[in-house]
């Protein structure tokens, strides 16, 4: 343990050499680096053991993992697949998909977290642009951008507020106890202080997201299209080599398809997927045209890959045409199975191969290499080579990996069986949980105790998705990216180092004397106000979002308190900075989720989006201090 006048020069060269070690090493590991720098925080001294742990307790962090909970819930009850496939709707050009993606995905982002949306649009975009010859690069990295801009709108768009929030409340209770301590209660002046150290209502960071949301829109409709490449699609350039699968699917008598047309049924929409023909009691039907209607009986005969056939399975009242008994089940499994010469099925077609008293499965879809199949499924003769999509439980891969019976076994990764008729209900528990957090945050917080917790709230819908099953329990426990919530939980207790220390106080003196100084007592808090807001914009080009949040949140109170002005414009400085990225793939997770399918460089974030950081920056330093004043 150090002596205590050596504990902010700890704290600060600790701080300083994570910042450091994160440029020089880009691929060391942002969790395990944070966690290092806690220990050795916590060994020197700076802070104590229940001090440096209590950001793995902290209501913060707890709601940003809750919210990855309902997310996976909401995708896997084929909410976030509805929402998705509407989107684009009709558009045809570059233009218009632009200008329907805008307001859909700020909406959408404004409440659920910017990687879901992501993750939901993604396929959606790619095939779209595939379809119409359109370089998904034109429309990927504006998927991105208008996530991080839509998810500035509220409190729980972006995991990064939310970290906001839990700061907010640690600061705030340090500063009163603090003072307390000093003096034996609070002045006027320190009340006042600490009462704008207030937690974020639900819609606040809207008042200032907001017109920087629509200044980036107008931005990626007029400005964007003339920095934005043109690059080949990577996937797109194998796909001459992707298995084409045929696949045929019976409409059940209890469809909801029923009656509507192919196009209001979304059939043409699916990425990917060709209708070839309808088969109706013998009659075929072909080429089928936007205006078919379905009827029951009817059976539907596609063409397209395996992500394509796992999104028509996941479509209700659709079954294998080849399975009359085939009942979906969550616990099933896609896989895909290359047969042996040594199978049993060779010479039998599929409807006589029996595969479900042979090995409990259903035949979705067949790829046969060389020659295209034309017949029905339920009529193909297998051939050795022939590769068959299958609906299995989970114990068929570990049971038949290594039987002669097949070349290969293996799992479809994304092919996480859709509870669809759990939609209702997710939404429900969604769209809930967006109430309730509306509702409370307008309520002082001690007002209605727990009722008023962002996490407890998260938590609830969190528990109700799993109760409801409306996501598995395996599934919710996938969702926690393990990765972020340590990054989190050490960032906190690094932040608490940075203001027990007294390294965000001396920091904050020394930039308000240099503003001073330089700009004289009356612009000096414009100075400050922008001193950070540009730290905290090139912290999260570097390094991770979350942790900046958590570190320059007590920075942002301990500048407001030196320079005796309100602490409320420098929280939402910093609120804001910390949630928006445009200019480097690394800052935010959801620029990296559009670089490989993008086909994106460095230098295309650069050339799109410092003009738009740019932009956004001169909006936020106009409006923040008329907003929230000094």
Known sequence: MLPEFLHPWVAGGVTAGLFLVLQIRKRTPTDLLFLAGLVVLTLAGVVTPDQALAGFASPALIAVASLFVVSAALRS????????????????????????????????????????????????????CRRRGI?????????????IL????????????????????????????????????????????????????????????LPCALAGALFMMWIGPKLLPRRQDVAGQFDEHRREYLAEMLVQVDCSLIGQTIEEAGLRSLPGLFLIEIDREGEIITPVTPHHRLHAGDRLVFTGIV??????????????????????????????????????????????????????????????????????????????????????????????????????????????????????????????LVIWLTATSFVPRD??????????????????????RCVRLSDARASLDIQILLTIAAALGIGKALDVSGVARMSAESLVAIGGEVFGDGSHPFFLLFALYLLTVIFTETITNNAVAAIMIPLAASLAWAGDVSPRPFIIAVALGSSLSFVTPIGYQTNLMVMGPGGYRPSDYLRTGLPLAITVGVIAMLLIPKIWPF
Not at 136 to 147: E, G, H, N, V
């Open 135 to 147: 370089s998904p690069s034109r429309l990927l990295l504006p998927l991105s951008y208008l996530t």
């Open 307 to 432: 992500a394509t056939i796992v999104d028509l399975e996941r479509i209700p009242g659709l079954v294998p045409a080849a399975d009359h008994e085939y009942e979906p089940q969550p616990q099933r499994h896609m896989t895909e199975v290359v047969l042996s010469r040594a199978s049993p099925l060779i010479g039998l077609n599929v409807r006589d191969a029996n595969f479900r008293q042979r090995y409990n499965a259903a035949v979705l879809a067949v790829h046969r290499s060389g020659d295209r199949v034309t017949r029905k499924i339920g009529d193909i003769v297998l051939e050795p080579g022939d590769t068959l999509l299958l609906q299995t439980r989970g114990e068929f891969i570990t049971t038949h990996r290594n039987n002669r019976e097949f070349y290969l076994v293996s799992d479809v990764a994304e092919a996480t069986p859709m509870r669809a008729e759990k939609m209702p209900v997710a939404a429900l528990i969604g769209l809930g």
């Open 150 to 209: 839509g998810g500035v709108c509220t409190l729980i768009g972006t995991s990064t507020t939310i970290i906001v929030q839990g700061q907010l409340t640690e600061v705030r209770d340090n500063f009163e106890s603090s003072r307390q301590a000093a003096g034996g209660g609070l002045s006027q002046k320190e009340s006042g202080f600490a009462a704008n150290l207030r937690e974020l209502e639900f819609f606040e960071l809207g008042y200032i997201g």
């Open 447 to 468: 007002t209605l105790s727990g009722f008023a917790s962002p996490a407890i709230a998260a938590l609830t819908a969190a528990i109700l998705m799993a109760l409801t």
């Open 77 to 128: 009850s084929g909410v976030l697949d509805w929402v998705g496939r509407r989107l684009l709707g009709t558009a045809t050009t570059e233009t218009q998909a632009t200008a329907r993606l805008i307001p859909s995905i700020l909406i959408t982002s404004a409440f659920l977290l910017n990687t879901a949306v992501v993750a939901m649009m993604l396929p959606v975009i790619v095939d779209w």
